[in-house]
């Protein structure tokens, strides 16, 4: 595995949230945990360092800001078209 620098978990609920919140983030070790979680549950990840850069600014439990929901759909676009497939 290539070195992890840092990682950011994303939820979205359509029935609950009006966008996207950042759920977890962190580097390092942190960033490694978040993947390794993420992997043990099976959720897709998707590998986008300056996306990363931008969400890790942005605070646990809070929406996305609006300048990021069109890199964010990308994403989650990214993962429904994985998910579909399995």
Do not use: W
């Amino acid at each position: 595995m290539s070195k992890i620098k840092k990682a950011v978990a994303l939820k979205y609920d359509k029935d609950k949230d009006s966008a996207p919140k950042v759920k977890a983030k962190g580097k390092g070790e942190t960033a490694k945990n978040i993947i390794k979680i993420a992997q043990e549950y099976n959720l897709p990840i998707k590998k986008d360092e300056d996306l990363v850069e931008l969400l890790s600014k942005v605070e646990i439990d809070k929406d996305i800001p609006e300048n990021l929901y069109k890199a964010v759909a990308e994403v989650f676009s990214f993962v429904y078209k994985i998910t579909k497939k399995e």
